[in-house]
Every structure is written in C-alpha cells, then in structure tokens.
C-alpha cells in the first residue's frame, strides 16, 4: 500500500444511483451505508452549494426558491416547482395556468418581470399532456 499526498481539493456527494458514476473518472472514496451512498471525488465535478427554500422549511414540498452558489459565473438562483416527481403539483400549476392564461402572459411579458427574470423555463414535455388543448397559448407551460 502507499500513501501519497492528493494535491487538490476534495467533494464529498450524496448520490441515488450508482448507474450514474463514471468509473473511468478518478474516484477517491466510495460508501454506501443503509441509508446513503457517498461519493468522494475532485471538487471539479461538484464545487458548488445549493439549497431549496420553502415555506415549509425543510418539509418535501416541492414549490420555493432554489439557490446555487458555484465558481466560475455559474451561479443560479430560481422559483417554482422543482420536484416534478410531485405529479398532483405539477397538475395544479398546469391547471392554473390553463384557466388563467392572460393573467399569465400578461405577468411573464411584463417589462419589469424580464428586467428582474431570465425566462420561464425548465424541463419540458414533448407533447401537450392528455385532457389540455395543444393549441392553448400556454400550452407550453
């Protein structure tokens, strides 16, 4: 065995699903325990802090703000809805924003909402979801 001195500096990560680890990159430590599977590698893969922020405090609801802190210009700070998983959420904004789609528009196109806001965006569908209009104009959303 050797022991040598790592001249750089390390991350830990919490990950899911070992499927998603690319062994050929150089990985210093992995450890799973009943609850977690940790991952030790270069803080080039993962030098950032993030945090979600809700109304509920730390309670898995998935609407609030999200927050990432990471070198190099890319930094981010968000609103809205980040657990798709939550698919009775993602409903009820769906639901929303077809029955009040003026008041929508009218809000994402104001001059002051893109002055303070990039864009409306996230991950999106490749069709229109079954019971909504595919001409509706937030169809998109």
Not at 105 to 127: D, P
């Amino acid at each position: 065995m050797e022991i040598k001195i790592i001249k750089q500096e390390l991350s830990v990560c919490k990950i899911k699903d070992l499927s998603k680890v690319d062994y050929s990159d150089e990985i210093f430590f992995l450890g799973k325990t009943d609850e977690e599977i940790s991952l030790v590698c270069s803080s080039n893969y993962n030098p950032a802090f993030r945090a979600h922020i809700s109304s509920k405090g730390k309670l898995p609801i998935p609407v609030g703000y999200y927050i990432k802190i990471q070198p190099g210009n890319r930094s981010f700070l968000g609103g809205g809805l980040f657990a798709d998983m939550f698919k009775d959420a993602t409903d009820m904004i769906r639901d929303s924003i077809a029955m009040h789609g003026d008041e929508w528009s009218k809000i994402i196109n104001e001059k002051s909402f893109s002055e303070t806001f990039i864009s409306v965006k996230g991950e999106c569908l490749k069709n229109v979801p079954r019971g909504y209009d595919p001409l509706h104009p937030q169809a998109e959303y």
